[in-house]
């Protein structure tokens, strides 16, 4: 099974169209209706509320306002347990914090009376001075959290008094010492702006009370048990109060790992005993959801004049909006997953803080902070090899780590890398030697090529982890039980895969049944770009020990010891004679009569002490226009080692998809906002979605270097993905007319602007 490109197990369903998501899944036909009344303020504290003509509205429920809603402090985020994260939310606070931020909740027997009440809900506001500058957001007048019952399970220099979320530091070696040996130093500030995650499915949320009135929350997210938490906190209840499922999610990108819908329907729903739901608009999930953290860089790297760099040194501001949530880690990732594979550079100094602002919340955003800081320091060692002279593929064969490379700021010996392979095969891809650095087509268009390398992780090592149950049911087949989550990407058929060889049968024996926090066992969920690796090594343990029980059994079936039978697709063998054999449905059905019977069932754990490695080369060829500065990508090429490659099919789609991603962030995405910080790009009619016309060709190849750690020698693919179109396309920029764009995205004006700039420079 492994190596196959076998369709996805839900295919079917999705094609056919089957009542699978959320929104299909309510049945009550008395379920109440949630709209959240928002803030039209950046900034402001809350006077007065009256909600009093809007409570006489025919089918008006309840109102709730900040009086009526538990006085805890919980986080959005979907981190592992403890959160490295702020405890800064509430359901409903007399503060609203960014325009969107929620005021009231009315509940309702119909959209009709909920939308027309929300306009007779009248609020006094006291207006505060706003900050929506990531730079100068430290030491601001205005403190977004002033309140002092803010939690922080870990210590990362949370003082919400000066808008400091947390500060961070990555090194190793004396960086002033090695820049003094440097024939070469540059220094540049970058900027990268925020993201939207643009899924098809706006956030919602669904719930009850069961029988046994406990609270059922059907979700669309990427993690029910964190989900579970979070919302469990919110309304102050114990998680054994609540149960949650997760369905088919009509994509993510990391923003379905907040807690957003779900705590307001499980709230509405304990206090009313009602079924209720709460859907999302689309201006909504732009306007109050998640977004890309907005960053900002100041690099400085040095090298000799021979390409071998000394130091690099990063100092960063992470721009995590309104609350806390997943920026303390973003911060870390933009180091900690990027700067390894430069960890033979003697010396490496990152220093990152995150701040709160009054804009929309940022949160996990495909990529993680690895985006963000794959451009900055790909592009600085590119410009750097500009000013050298020497090609950049040159650059980072020569300071790029290899397998084996352990110690400095690696936390584990890399045991899988291929990085030669990578990179020379992208050349040869591209066409790299013949187009490099540019072709002139006309009198104004210009062809180039650039490139970037990157790498990511695979899970979080030593708190994420996963367990999972393989039971062999009466008639033979099995089932797979996993608190994972599939966000369209296929992780249920891989999984399905995984189970399959590791009990040599076939897919269509396999069952795979996920995120229900009641059926299945504890997983991480979809984040992190764990699912494939962790969750597959807790199905190999498992299996094993299932695969051990069935034998044991069929020994005393057959009275051949165990050694001489083989596990098949259907039944029990004898090695060396297949015609001695038992059905695995006769042991199936045995399994659970009589008194000494046992269900033929296995639980086993994963949890990752390593995180290793995937790598990408990713290269581009663009055209320009010099008389616009318009920038069109022809071809982009993505060579990914992902170890073994569990499903050709399945991961060229994440490749694709990835890349299509990273060129939306290169040249056309930004959140843009009004200078009284409302969001200005809140439909697809202003924020700017790359189409399949827009991307060119995407060209993608696997070069897997296998690992040892990894279920049949698999890594991450999810998240690598993304990283390198950005550094790619400012290269490609920069060969074809000799300018670096370092502030995302790159558009025609910025190309334009800056060509014009470099020419009176010049005159």
Same mark, same amino acid.
């Given at each position: ?18 009542p ?5 899944? @309510? ?63 509430m359901l ?6 960014? @325009? ?13 009376a ?40 870990f ?9 400091i ?9 004396? @960086?002033e ?79 379905k ?33 998640t977004?890309r ?9 040095g ?122 095969r ?95 066992p ?34 005393a ?135 399949k ?69 010049k005159?």
């Open positions: 099974m492994i190596g196959k490109g076998i369709r996805k197990v839900d295919s079917e369903s999705i094609l056919s169209g089957q699978i998501y959320t929104d299909d899944l @309510v049945f009550h036909k008395d379920v109440l209706i949630i709209k959240l009344l928002r803030s039209p303020h950046a900034f402001a504290r809350i006077k007065n509320i009256n909600i009093d003509r809007a409570k006489k509205v025919e089918g008006i429920v309840e109102i709730y306002t900040y009086k009526d809603v538990p006085q805890v402090r919980y986080s959005e985020s979907g981190e592992s347990y403890p959160d490295p994260t702020p405890y800064d939310r409903l606070e007399p503060i609203v914090r960014y @325009v969107g931020d929620e005021v009231a909740i009315i509940v309702g027997e119909d959209e009709v909920v939308e027309k009440a929300m306009k007779l809900v009248k609020v006094e506001y006291e207006v505060l001075e706003p900050v929506l500058d990531l730079i100068k957001a430290e030491g601001h007048s205005s403190i977004i959290h002033p309140e002092d019952d803010i939690f922080c399970p210590d990362f220099g949370f003082n919400g008094k000066k808008n979320v947390s500060r961070f530091k990555l090194g190793k070696g004396d @960086v010492e090695e820049f003094k040996n440097c024939d070469l130093v540059i220094e540049r500030t970058y900027h990268t702006q925020a993201q939207a995650h643009c899924m098809m499915e706006t956030h919602r949320a669904y719930s009850y009370i069961d029988a046994n009135g406990r609270i059922v929350v059907i979700s669309s997210n990427q993690s029910a048990y964190h989900m579970r938490r979070q919302t469990a906190k919110a309304i102050g209840l114990p998680v054994s109060k609540l149960r949650f499922i997760k369905p088919r999610i009509g994509g993510g990108f990391g923003g790992n907040v807690a957003l819908a779900e705590p307001y329907v499980a709230f509405v729903t304990w206090k009313t005993k009602r079924p209720s739901k709460l859907i999302y608009t689309r201006k909504e999930t732009f306007a109050a959801s977004s953290h907005e960053m900002k860089f100041d690099v400085k790297i090298s000799d004049l021979e390409g071998n760099i000394k130091a690099i040194d990063i100092n960063s501001i992470n721009n995590t909006g309104a609350y806390g949530a997943n920026g303390t880690v973003v911060t870390m990732e933009a180091a900690q997953n990027v700067l390894p594979v430069y960890n033979k550079v003697p010396a490496i100094r990152y220093r990152g803080k995150t701040v709160y602002t009054n804009i929309v919340s940022a949160g996990p955003l495909r990529g993680y902070g690895a985006t963000q800081g794959t451009f900055i320091t790909d592009t600085a060692i590119n410009e750097l090899s500009s000013k050298l002279g020497i090609e950049p593929v040159e650059i980072k064969l020569n300071n790029t780590i290899r397998k084996g490379a352990e110690g400095g700021i690696l936390k584990n010996p890399i045991k899988s890398l291929n990085v030669e392979k990578c990179i020379e992208g050349k040869e891809l591209i066409g790299w030697d013949e187009k490099y650095p540019n072709k002139e087509i006309n009198s104004t268009k210009v062809r180039a090529v650039g490139m970037s390398i990157a790498i990511h992780g695979s899970g979080i090592a030593n708190i994420d982890s996963a367990t999972v149950i393989v039971q062999m049911v009466e008639d033979g087949t099995y089932i797979l039980l996993t608190g994972s989550s599939d966000l369209g990407t296929g992780s249920d058929t891989v999984l399905a895969q995984i189970t399959a060889e590791s009990l040599n049968t076939n897919m269509d024996r396999i069952t795979v049944y996920s995120g229900d926090t009641d059926a299945c504890y997983d991480t969920g979809a984040y992190a770009s764990c699912t494939t690796y962790l969750t597959g090594n807790a199905i190999v343990r498992a299996c094993a020990e299932l695969k051990d029980k069935i034998l044991k059994i069929a020994e079936k057959l009275n051949i010891p165990a050694l001489f039978l083989e596990l098949k697709e259907d039944r029990v063998c004898h090695k060396e004679d297949e015609s001695i054999y038992v059905f695995l449905s006769i042991l199936g059905q045995e399994s659970v009569l009589g008194p000494d019977s046992e269900v033929l069932m296995a639980n086993a754990t994963f949890g990752m002490p390593e995180s290793p490695r995937p790598f990408i080369a990713g290269f581009v060829e663009i055209e320009l226009d010099k008389s616009t500065g318009e920038v069109k990508v022809i071809n982009y090429v993505a060579v990914v080692d992902c170890g073994t490659v569990i499903n050709p099919n399945l991961a060229r789609i994440q490749v694709e998809g990835g890349i299509t991603q990273g060129i939306g962030l290169a040249l056309y995405e930004d959140v843009k906002y009004s200078d009284s910080g409302r969001l200005l790009t809140d439909s697809f009619i202003q924020y700017n979605v790359p189409s016309k827009d991307i060119g060709d995407i060209i993608v190849e696997f070069q897997p270097d296998y690992e040892p750690t990894g279920p049949f020698g698999a890594k991450s693919i999810g998240e690598v993905v993304i990283h390198t179109p950005p550094p790619a396309i400012a290269n490609a920029v920069y060969n074809a007319v000799g300018v670096y764009i370092r502030d995302l995205p790159i558009t025609s004006e910025k190309v334009y602007m800056a060509m014009k700039e470099s020419k009176d420079n005159d």
